[in-house]
């Protein structure tokens, strides 16, 4: 009994955040539930890891050859907003400010870390682009380093098939309080100021 | 204990959700590794400051050994904003800091590369010849490891030569070359620029005004040097613009 107990434990401490306390109260939580529960959560697990695979044009998760934003008519298929990952999309998608198409690169490029752009999925994002009816390319990526060099990166894939590249803007959190900005943050926001 | 001390971020690598181990090259204590925790939150106090090329007095507790001490402030003092910010000028700046780790062992005290380090990227930061500098960088830093190859004369008997030995790391005159191993051919004035270049003032490279040809020339023979005494492939070098 113990042995099993011990086993769940420490499977459950490979999760993210999950330390040896945590692991071990999530395991006796899970032998108190209805087995059904329990099951299900099991079963959620099995699932995902049999059945979820990129999308073919978007590269987001999905359990589909096609995605379902991608399969989604009612989105402005003008637009694709260029990501890193498919987490990404969730966190975007829940802002409810965009409902047009998104693009994952899987990665950012990293020349340090070898990590170059046959590595990712530009071409691919080059390729929709050239094959029509986009407008529009809000790159998205992570505001660091390796996202803003990815950024130019696309810039310059993308120049040649005419199409307007955006990217998102930098700027302070909401919620925050300017004193506590740094220096960097603070004059990117101040150089992509709007007019009231 | 907790110490004190002006570092530049070289790179950067997650750990976990939002944490970050952050390679500094520092003032006094060389090339160091640090944890930092949650820097990629957004109300993170560590703010932009841990991104590479920034430079920031920074503070970090551990034993004075400690493989991973914990990094409790960065305070920003200068940013190569234009460097970061130029795609192509990133690429450099990674070749030569990826040609810094792996030739400068970490937690090695000598103050020559961080000053050589932050020297380079001022002037890069200030204008062109982007070429001569990384390569006047890498010389330099090669004569630091001490791994400089030796192009002026023979490294055996002193006379002249223009075989260059990967493997000796020298050039060898036509007495001494015995033909084993892979040499390649450098020209008089190639050879004639590198021991100018040695004796020169980094802040009066900009005077220098030297064929294309002899640069290139000495470019892809340092690089190879380089390759042979890290026995490791740039991955810097892989990355292709265009």
Redesign the interface.
Known sequence: MHGIIENLINQLTRL??IGRKSAQRLAFFILSMPESEAMSIAEAIRTVKQTARFCNTCFNITDNEICEVCSDDSRDRSRIVVVEEPSNILVIERSGAFRCLYHVLLGA?S????V??EKLKIKELADRVAAGGIQEVVVATNP??KG??TA??IK?VLAPLGVKVTRIAYGL?MG?DIE??????LSKALAGRREL | MLQRTEGIVLRTTPYGEADLIVTFLTKDHGIIKVFAKSPRKVKSRFGSSLEPLTCSRISFWGKEDSALPRLTQADITHVYSSIRESLSGFLKVSELIELTLYLVPERDRSRNVFSLLMRTLALMEAGPAEQLITLFYKLKLLDIAGFLPRLQSCGRCGGEGDAFHLMQGTVLCGNCCTGDGQVSRLSRSARTFFSTLLKWEMSKLHRLKPAEGIIRELVVLIDEHAQYVTEKNLRTKSFRVG
């Open positions: 993210p955040g490029l020349p340090i870390d070898g170059t752009p660091n380093t803003e060099i130019q990166y310059e959190p925050s506590f900005a740094d220096e960097v943050t």
